[in-house]
Antibody, heavy 114, light 105 residues
């Protein structure tokens, strides 16, 4: 059974950066891309981008270009999402999602507040 | 690619046949998935490739469509089906989601 375990909730000031981790287990890490999706309170789902764990190549949603960075550590089978220059409307639950789309992390609440 | 859903919200009763529509702004062939989400939970994949039922999902759920028009049907609504349903296109980046349809009593 694929397991995706994310890091804990974060509270950040506007303008700061946040880095969320997602540790994957129970499958071959390099065989599946990993996506990041977020959901603001009471809102729909929004795709941020995807990383290929094998080579580290990424594709980001244009909306987040310049602010988002996805990386991975193959030695620990962990992927990371870093979002910089945080704004109040970045407050959301951030999910990592296996590329089969049937396995999601538990979500990480990022709150941007002064 | 933009996705729209209708109706929203949707009021229904146990035992009802429920149909939710998702429309894409351009041809996505059958690269469409449906999710169910309950409060406080991550989305759950119900259907992929427009009409393929994900393993473990009850057979009362079904999907159809291709191109730009898609439907999710629940043949007989059960109490545990009251939730929000969202479509997603995986034809091309950026992958996008519909706004969601809340099914309530």
């Amino acid at each position: 059974q694929v397991q995706l375990v994310q890091s804990g909730a974060e509270v950040k000031r506007p303008g700061a950066s946040v880095k969320v981790s997602c540790k994957a287990s129970a499958y071959i890490f390099g065989n599946y891309y990993m996506h990041w999706v977020r959901q603001a309170p009471g809102q729909g789902l929004e795709w941020l981008g995807v990383i290929n764990p094998t080579g580290g190549s990424t594709t980001y949603a244009q909306k987040f270009l310049g602010r988002v960075t996805m990386t991975r550590d193959t030695s620990t089978t962990t992927v990371y999402l870093e979002l910089s220059r945080l704004r109040y409307d970045d407050t959301a639950i951030y999910y990592c999602v296996h590329s089969g789309w049937d396995d999601w992390g538990q979500g990480t609440l990022v709150t941007v507040s002064s | 690619i933009q996705l729209t859903q209708s109706p929203s919200p949707l009021s229904a009763s146990v035992g009802d046949r429920v149909t939710i529509t998702c429309r894409a702004s351009q041809d996505i062939k059958t690269y469409l998935a449906w999710y169910q989400q309950k409060p406080g939970q991550a989305p759950k994949l119900l259907i992929y490739a427009a009409s393929t039922l994900q393993s473990g999902v009850p057979s009362r759920f079904s999907g159809s469509g291709s191109g730009t028009d898609f439907t999710l049907t629940i043949s007989s609504l059960q109490p545990e089906d009251f939730a929000t349903y969202s479509c997603q296109q995986v034809d091309s980046y950026p992958f996008t989601f519909g706004p969601g349809t809340k099914v309530d009593i």
